[in-house]
Nanobody, 119 residues
Framework: VQLQASGGGVAQAGGSLRLSCAAS????????MGWYRQAPGKQRELVAR???????TYADSVEGRFTIDRNNARNTVTLQMDSLKPDDTAVYYC??????????????WGQGTQVTVSS
C-alpha cells in the first residue's frame, strides 16, 4: 500500500489550504483514512479521520474549521482547512488503517507535507 499526499504550502492566518491523499495497492474498502500532524518538538496527533461509511471525527482544535472527505471509488481522502491559525503549522501525514471492526491489523503512512501558517 502506498499513500501519496499533495497540497499544503504556505497560507496566512485566516486563509485556506487543501490536502489530498491517494492510496494505491491492496486496499480494503472498509479501511479508515485520516490525517495526522506533527509540529516541531511535539508528538504526532490526530487531526481528522473518516470511516468508509463517511463518519468523520475531528480533533477539538480543528472542529468547525477543517473538513475531511473521501472518495471510496478512487481511494482518496482530502482535508479542507479553513480559518487557518499559526498553531496549525505542522507536517501533515495521510494515514490508512484497519477499521475498528476488522479482524486485520494494519497502519500505513504517507510522506508528510508541510503546512505553514503565517500570522
Amino acid at each position: 500500500v502506498q499513500l501519496q499526499a499533495s497540497g499544503g504550502g504556505v497560507a496566512q492566518a485566516g486563509g485556506s489550504l487543501r490536502l489530498s491523499c491517494a492510496a494505491s495497492g491492496s486496499i480494503l474498502s472498509s479501511s479508515d483514512m485520516g490525517w495526522y500532524r506533527q509540529a516541531p518538538g511535539k508528538q504526532r496527533e490526530l487531526v481528522a479521520r473518516i470511516t468508509s461509511g463517511g463518519t468523520a471525527t475531528y480533533a477539538d482544535s480543528v472542529e468547525g474549521r477543517f473538513t475531511i472527505d473521501r472518495n471510496n471509488a478512487r481511494n482518496t481522502v482530502t482535508l479542507q482547512m479553513d480559518s487557518l491559525k499559526p498553531d496549525d503549522t505542522a507536517v501533515y501525514y495521510c494515514n490508512l488503517k484497519n477499521s475498528r471492526y476488522s479482524n486485520q491489523r494494519y497502519n500505513y503512512w504517507g510522506q508528510g507535507t508541510q503546512v505553514t501558517v503565517s500570522s
